[in-house]
C-alpha cells in the first residue's frame, strides 16, 4: 500500500522520527506559572457587562424567550451529553415554567442517559411531589427501587413520602418489601420506630423477630430485650436473653450479653438470679475476655452484696491475673511483690508462706549484683513477714540464714541483709549472735557499709573502746577514705580527747592517697578554732599552702587572719596575689582580687581601696585556633581573657588595644558629624 509522498525536503518519516532537540539548556529568560497567570489577566479583554434584564410583556415575546432558552439547552446538552448537571438544570427550568410534562420528558431522557444516578430519580421525584403528582412520584420510586434495590435512599425517601401522605398502610407495604432484601440494621430500626409510632407493639416485636434472624448480633439481641423491657413484657424480655444464651452456644458465648442480662435482673431486683448469670459466665468465659464482666460483678457486689462477697470477687479477679503474669515471666519479680501484697491481706499465713516459697525459688540467672537487688528484696519482706506478722522468730532466723547461705559473697554481697539480721537478734536481746554476724560479715565480705553500721550500733551501746577498734579496722580496709577518717576524729571530738583528734588528722594528712583531702584539710582546720589554737592553724594553713596554691585556701586563710588582724590579713591577701601572679588560671587570681576588694571595702581605709582596684584586670575578647588531632587546625574560637596591670609582658598589648579603640571612637565620631 502506498503511504503517500515523503514529506517536503526529502526527509523520510523515520529520519524526522530520530531528529532530536539539539540545545537542552535552560532558556536565558525563565516564565513561571505565576507570571504567565499575570499576563493573562492583564491582557484579558474589557469587563463585558450582562445583559439587562428582559420584561416580557405579550405570549409572543414568552415563546420567542422560550424557544431560545430550549435551544441553548439543547445545545449544551448536545456538546456534552453524559453531563447529568445540565440535565438537572434544564429539567428544573422547564419546571420552573411550569411545563411538568416537558420537564418530565427531560427527566426521562436524562435517565436514558444514565439511568444508575441516584440523585437524578431523586430530583425526578421531588419534582412530581412538588407539583402534587403523588401518583407520578409512586411510579418514579417504583421503578427506581426495582432497578437500584440496594440504594437505602430512594426507600427512605418512598416510606417517608407514604407516611407524610398519611398512607400508613401503604408505607408498610413499602416497608415490607424493603425487608426482604434483608437491607442493614438502620433499615430495621426505622421500621420498628414507624410501627412504635403508631403503637402497633405486636408489630413491632414480630419485625424484631426477623430482625434477629437476619442480624444475628449479640447487640441486637440485647436491643430486642430491652424493648420488650420497655414495654413492660418482663417475661419476655428474660425469655429473649435466654433464648439468645442458647442461640449462641458455649462456643460463641459474649460477655456483653451476660452483662446485659444480669443488669436486666438487677433493675428487677431479682439479685440472687444477677449473681447467679455472673458466676455461671464466669465458669464458662475465658478469663481473658472476662475484664468488663468482673468490673461489672463488683460494682454489683458493691452495691448489693457484703464485705466478703466483694472481696473475694476482687481477690479471685487480681489472683488470677498475678498467676498469668508469674506463669509467663517467673523471674518477674515485681509481679510477685504485687501478688504477695494481695495475699497478705487474705491474712492465710500459710498461703501467703507458699507464695514466698515459690517466688524465693525463681533464682536471678546471672552472677551480677543487678540482677538480685529485687530479688533479696523478696527475702527481706519474707522476713519480716515472719517478724512482725507470724511473730515466728526460730523461722525469721532461718529465712535470714537462708538468704546468707544463697549470695554469692566472693563475687558481691548485701549489707543489708547482715545489718538487718544483727539488728533482728539484738531485738531478741542477743547481742553476742549480732556481734558474731557483724563480725563474720566483716570477715567474709568486708564493706564500707557494714563497718558503718557496727560502728553506729557500738556507739548506740555506749561501746566506745569498740568503736575505736573497728575505726581503725576500717581505716586498714579503706586508708583513703577521708569521711572515716573525719568521723573518727569527731568521734574522739566528742569523747574529749582533742590530742587523739588531733593525731588522727595528722595520721590522715600524711597518708599518700585520700579520694577528698580538701575536706580533710578543712574538717582539721576547724577543729584547730574550735579549740581556739591560732598557732596550730596558721601553721596548717601554712602546710596546706605547701601542698596547693588554690585560691581558696588563700582567701579561708585571710579570712581567718581578718578575724585576728586587718594587717595579718593584708599581708596574707598580697602574698596570695604575688603567689599566683606567675599562674596561668587567670580566673583564680580574678577571685583573689575580688576578695581581697570586699575585705578592704568592709575592712580597709580609701588608699587601701583604690590600691586593690588598681588591680583589678580588663576583660578581653581574643581568638585562638582549635587544633584536631587528625586534621591539625580545626577553626577558631572566641574566648574571654584578663590583662592585669602588673603584667609587663601584656603592656605592649594593652597599648595596642587602647590606640585601637581610640581610633575606632574617632572614627565614630567622624560618621555623626558627615
Excluded at 237 to 242: A, K, L, P, Q, V
Excluded at 543 to 558: C, D, F, G
Excluded at 654 to 666: D, G, I, P, T, Y
Aim: with cysteine.
Amino acid at each position: 500500500m502506498d503511504d503517500g509522498p515523503p514529506p517536503p525536503g526529502g526527509i523520510t518519516r523515520d529520519k524526522q522520527k530520530i531528529v532530536k532537540v539539539k540545545n537542552k539548556m535552560p532558556a536565558g529568560v525563565q516564565i513561571t506559572a505565576e507570571q504567565l497567570l499575570r499576563e493573562a489577566k492583564e491582557r484579558q479583554l474589557e469587563y463585558v457587562a450582562p445583559p439587562p434584564k428582559q420584561k416580557i410583556t405579550d405570549p409572543e415575546e414568552l415563546a420567542d424567550f422560550r424557544l431560545r432558552k430550549r435551544k441553548e439547552f439543547e445545545d449544551i446538552i448536545r456538546r456534552n451529553r453524559t453531563y447529568i448537571g445540565n440535565w438537572i438544570k434544564y429539567a428544573q427550568w422547564e419546571e420552573s415554567q411550569k411545563e411538568i410534562q416537558r420537564a418530565r420528558s427531560v427527566w426521562e431522557r436524562a435517565l436514558d442517559v444514565d439511568h444508575r444516578n441516584i440523585t437524578l430519580w431523586l430530583k425526578y421525584a421531588e419534582m412530581e411531589m412538588r407539583n402534587r403528582q403523588v401518583n407520578h412520584s409512586r411510579n418514579v420510586f417504583d421503578r427506581a427501587i426495582a432497578l437500584l434495590p440496594r440504594a437505602n435512599q430512594f426507600w427512605f425517601k418512598y416510606t417517608y413520602m407514604e407516611e407524610t401522605l398519611a398512607n400508613i398502610a401503604g408505607a408498610r407495604q413499602v416497608f415490607e418489601r424493603w425487608m426482604e432484601w434483608e437491607p442493614p440494621e438502620q433499615a430495621w430500626f426505622s421500621y420498628i420506630k414507624f410501627e412504635m409510632r403508631y403503637a402497633e407493639v405486636e408489630r413491632a416485636r414480630t419485625i424484631y423477630q426477623r430482625f434477629v434472624v437476619a442480624h444475628p448480633d449479640v447487640k441486637n439481641w440485647i436491643r430486642y430485650a430491652k424493648f420488650e423491657e420497655r414495654n413492660g413484657f418482663i417475661k419476655s424480655s428474660r425469655t429473649i436473653y435466654e433464648r439468645a444464651i442458647e442461640f449462641f452456644g458455649e462456643e460463641n458465648l459474649d460477655q456483653q450479653l451476660f452483662i446485659a442480662f444480669a443488669r436486666f435482673e438487677e433493675n428487677q431486683k431479682e439479685h440472687d438470679r444477677s449473681r447467679v448469670i455472673f458466676r455461671y459466665a464466669l465458669d464458662r468465659l475465658p478469663k481473658e475476655e472476662c475484664q468488663d464482666l468482673y468490673k461489672q460483678y463488683t460494682i454489683h457486689e458493691k452495691k448489693y452484696g457484703d464485705r466478703a462477697g466483694i472481696e473475694s470477687v476482687i481477690f479471685s479477679k487480681r489472683r488470677y491475673q498475678y498467676e498469668e503474669e508469674v506463669k509467663s515471666n517467673p523471674l518477674n519479680y515485681d509481679a510477685w511483690f504485687d501478688y504477695i501484697r494481695l495475699v497478705e491481706t487474705e491474712g492465710d499465713v500459710e498461703q501467703v508462706r507458699e507464695v514466698y516459697e515459690r517466688a524465693i525459688a525463681n533464682l536471678p540467672p546471672s552472677q551480677e549484683k543487678r540482677h538480685w537487688r529485687r530479688y533479696i528484696y523478696m527475702w527481706i519482706n519474707y522476713a519480716l513477714y515472719e517478724e512482725l506478722e507470724s511473730e515466728d522468730a526460730e523461722r525469721t532466723r532461718q529465712i535470714y540464714k537462708a538468704c546468707l547461705d544463697i549470695i554469692p559473697h566472693k563475687r558481691f554481697t548485701f549489707g543489708k541483709i547482715w545489718l538487718m539480721f544483727a539488728h533482728f537478734e539484738i531485738r531478741q536481746k542477743n547481742l553476742t549472735s549480732a556481734r558474731k554476724i557483724l563480725g563474720t560479715a566483716i570477715g567474709k565480705c568486708a564493706k564500707a557499709k557494714l563497718f558503718r553500721g557496727y560502728i553506729d550500733l557500738e556507739i548506740q551501746l555506749r561501746e566506745f573502746e569498740r568503736c575505736r577498734v573497728l575505726y581503725e579496722k576500717f581505716l586498714e580496709f579503706e586508708p583513703d577514705n577521708c569521711t572515716t577518717w573525719i568521723k573518727y576524729a569527731e568521734l574522739e571530738t566528742i569523747l574529749g580527747d582533742a590530742d587523739r583528734a588531733r593525731s588522727i588528722y595528722e595520721l590522715a594528712v600524711g597518708q599518700a592517697r585520700l579520694d577528698m583531702p580538701e575536706v580533710l584539710w578543712k574538717s582539721y582546720i576547724d577543729l584547730e578554732i574550735e579549740q581556739g589554737e591560732v598557732d596550730r592553724t596558721r601553721n596548717l594553713y601554712d602546710r596546706l599552702l605547701e601542698r596547693t596554691h588554690h585560691v581558696k585556701v588563700w582567701i579561708s586563710y585571710a579570712q581567718f587572719e581578718a578575724a585576728q588582724s586587718v594587717e595579718q590579713s593584708r599581708a596574707i591577701y598580697e602574698r596570695a596575689y604575688k603567689a599566683l601572679m606567675g599562674a596561668k588560671e587567670k580566673e583564680q587570681r580574678l577571685l583573689l582580687v575580688e576578695a581581697w576588694k570586699i575585705f578592704e571595702v568592709e575592712r580597709g581605709d580609701e588608699e587601701s581601696k583604690q590600691s586593690v582596684e588598681k588591680l583589678l584586670p580588663k576583660k578581653v575578647k581574643r581568638r585562638r585556633k582549635i587544633e584536631n588531632e587528625e586534621d591539625g587546625v580545626a577553626g577558631w574560637e572566641e574566648y574571654y581573657d584578663y590583662i592585669f596591670p602588673d603584667d609587663e609582658a601584656a603592656q605592649p598589648n594593652l597599648k595596642l588595644l587602647a590606640m585601637a579603640k581610640k581610633w575606632k571612637q574617632q572614627q565614630k565620631g567622624d560618621k555623626d558629624e558627615e
